[in-house]
């Protein structure tokens, strides 16, 4: 459904381009396209989170350690009249001493409901629910150790910004757009950022690369995503790189393998999976025979 | 030895009439040589302070590096409020600080992209309101900032809020104190932490939006090679801007309203310091300059000489800048003491020439002559001068500190070049205008002799009455001096430093006081593998240290905190906050997934506390400000508990352990260390040599030990009165022995070259006594008291360490004198038969 309503787009830009060289699309719009891009009603995937402290040698970023390895299987399935709610579960299955820990998460799109998170913590045998930050305060705890913090993994809401195109530029050798968003004053006291620059690809709607800007409205962060690739008719990039220049350390999350649209119980997006180990893999285990 | 002595003699004899005869030739050079230097001088780059002067590849700078690399700075900014309701929970103090925090933090929002900020150097901001807080309630963890929009509204909100902070017990003492009625803001900065490759510009300037976007490597074959981390150093003055900034944040009438501050840490200190005591070392320098000119004219009484010699001094002090200037050198802020060196040997030389030259005259010798004399007897004396002071300046490239090195370099630099202007330009200088008419009038021989000639005249009597009970008199004052010596203390804390009465010293007391101290000891845990930290035997051990230092040393150390302290509160917080469960799981999967639980909710936190691949962890002990003694002793004592209870007993299961005592305190210590030492070093290596000198010059091995007792009785003295007043030794009062070997040995030099050219001319012990007395010894009465009265004006300083460094100078330069000029005689005297050298060298010239 997504993935028409962005060919229409396309089709439309396209065609007003050709009509009127003056004409842009609206950032809004073109925000509103790349977030919504189809990605699927539920997503299996296996991700290692490679992570390291860096030198800049030439205009290139080298680890100067050896980088801290986690490998993961994520499970999202979407809900809601929409499709615009998600359910994620995410088991840690490397470093060995983690392995076990999991996360179940319910992140909603009406911006006056908050992200639900719990933790099991498989040594102690124990879920938590995590409840991050006072009112209006940001959630800045760490993704599974990485530079990525949760609100770097959770999919953004159009609701949350104001939107500038700012200019137009090639990157990764592609077409893109370049769309500031400003969050609004509501989201303002919920986001680590004060400032995000997107760099969008003009045909596929993917996020190319995003540079964030901390509350001091100091550039801190950039994300780049690369090696795009179509797996059951999605584009996915497969390489996604988070710069945190602020500590001078990179994290790589790449997916190893991924299957889109494979129907998942919905008792699955439950506690019980992180829990029961027997009820998880005997699960899991279905959805690894088609990941790609 | 001899041969060259009298060739040498014969050299400065000829020198001033071959200079007179080529009078334009060497003003141009003189004159175009300045030029050269002056142009060199803008290129003086003033750098670092003293903890960044290690060399390369000591091993305490090393431990240091190594733990910024990992956990940055310790430099912190710790401002203290006191609220005026007398509660810090109270609503309007507690926006109050919210205020500051955010201020703090979004110094940015006014500033355009790219522009610069002192507040730049602020990395994190901690408060009571936004200082992280793990909560266990059923079922739950909450992760959150302590108060952040929980602001207190009635007074329950104000009891609850207090009853959680107990339940943490590493609030207190650092963001609130006992009483509550004062607070703290932690303020982290990257001063001297700053890797010298993050300088490159991470702000977008071309056309491009982001234009420096880097390709990563993570492939292992692309490692970078580790290389020891380099940091920036930050100069003094750069915390001058920092501090006034956030003052100005401060003092805003809706703080000041609520809250009163007190800054401490390094920040506020050093600011401190560059803005005052260095303003105010510019103004002693220029202050002492003016008395020694005015003195200078009042012993002279004669403007030549004052004009000569401050020509003298301002360009010796010109071409060292210069030379510093031209070689590139960065300078540290004690460059202040080589241009106090310089002004103070530049004075001796000239002084010494013009004592003369005004002797020569007053013994009715002619312009010409009395030049050629002078130079006779006191160009060779100079030289030899300028090259023992010159090695005692060297002797300091012995202290394993870079810029103490380059002071010492540079300063035989200064002597060398103080020398060089004296001998070369005074001729042509005292041509061009004399402090005599050059056609003395006959009548003036009836001119009263000089009032320090009738003083020395009168010494002289005594002098040959009772030798013996002089140098006796002196061996009992020395002795008891001696006894004093046992006293000595070393203090490398600068803050015990100044005058207590200054506002800065009062707040560290004040915070010393009321919350947790002001000083840091880093301890760095260095388990020598990967997730080592993760062991629950490590943090066991950590955690044992921790309570030793808070049990054993309750006066000075305040609090302590490591990953054992948020590890501990951490298994509380997943064991719903069960105060019995304030404890390190003995299990290791338990700790590891108590741990990744505090990683994943305060990443900055853990960051702080153990390194990403938990090889590393840092103890924090803060403790009161403490005399080096006391330092001394908590390290001694930390030392030999971790020798004894952690590396002993965790070497079996992690071999490359190492735990190092860093930070700034330890390190300081450490400089001092290597300072004290060195200086002694350097002080018995000057000795040694000037004695070589002296056995060679003198021809006689008793001649020249009898010459080291004015040198040392100086050094006896100036350490004994310190230890009787406990007046600690110093970064300042160590200065006074470069100046000693500079003055003392100068004094004795200028006496003994002369009596053995009157001894080799005539033989006569006494008559060589009294004319070495009344030539050099006026010289060098002259330039001590001109010397000592300049160094009084450091007393006016609120800086105690110059003070004493004054009071001491004065001191030793008129104990010098004494021991050079009664002492020395003395034991002359009283052993006549042993010093006499008897067998004149035909062809000089005998003078009665």
Redesign the interface.
Known sequence: MRSIKSYLLIITVTFFGLISTGFSETPKEIMRSAIDRDDGKTQVTRLTLSSCRYSKKNRKLVCTERPRVKIMEGIRKDFGPDQKDSKLITILLEPASERGIGFLQFDYDDIDKETDQWIYLSALGKVKRIISGNEYEPRDGSFFGTEFNYEDMESRNLKNCTYKLLAEEKYQGRDCWVIESIPTSRWSKRSNYSKTLDWIDKERFLFLKTILYNRQVKRVKRITNYAPEKVNGIWIQRKRLMNNMETRRMTRLTIDAVVFNVPVRDDFLTLRTLTDKAFREKNIKKFRKSLK | MKILFTNMRQFFEGLPEHLRNNQWKVWVSFILLTIFMIAGIPKVKVDANLLNSFEKDDAAKLAFDQFKDTFGSDEVLYIVYKAKDGDVFSRESILAMQGIERDL?????N?K?GEVSPLDHITKVTTLSNTSYLE?KE???????FI???VPKTIDDITRLKKLAKGQPDYVGTYYSKDYSYGGIVVETDFNAI?Y??E?K??TTGN???D???????E?S???V?NPPKFKQNIMKEYIPFMSVVSKILNKPEYTKHLTFYNVGTPPWNSFISNLVAKEMGLIIMGSLLIILIFTAIIFRSFSAVLWQLSIVVTSLIWVMGTIGWIGAVMSDLLMMVVFFVLAVGVADAIHILSGYLYFRNQNLDHTESIKSVYKKSGLACFLTSITTAIGFLSMLFIPIASMQKIGIFSAFGVFYAFLITVFMLPVMLDLWSPVTKKVKENDKKREDHFIQQMIQRVEKYLFRYPKSIVLGFLIVTITLSIGVFDLNVESNTIKVIKEDLPIRKNFALVDDVMGGTQNMEILVDTGR??GM?NPEILKAIESLQIYLETRFTDSVKTTMSLANVTKDSFKS?NNGDQNKYIIPE?K??L???L??F??????DR?RLVS??YQMGRIIVRTVSMSSKGNVALMDATQGFIDKNLELPLKGQFPNLEITLTGQTPLLLKVFDYLSWSFLISFGITICVVSLFLFIMLNSFRLGVVALIPNILPVLTVLGIMGYFKIPLDIHTLMIVPVLIGIAVDDTIHFLTHYELEIQTHGDNRLAIVNSLREAGQAIIFTSLVLSIGFLIFTTSSNMGFVYFGLLNTIAIITAVVADLILLPAVLTAHEKTFIIKTPIAGEVVRS
Do not use: C, H, Q
Not at chain 2, 212 to 218: A, L, N
């Open positions: 933090e979004n110094y940015r929002k500033l992209e266990g079922g739950s963890i909450i992760s959150r900032d952040g929009t929980n890797p490759e993050a490159t991470n702000v491009s939006l982001d420096d976007e880097e390709i990563e490597s993570m292992s692309d490692f970078a580790k990967p997730d993760k997943l299990d999967a338990v590891e997934n108590t990744f639980l990683n994943n909710a305060n990443p900055v960051r990403d691949d």
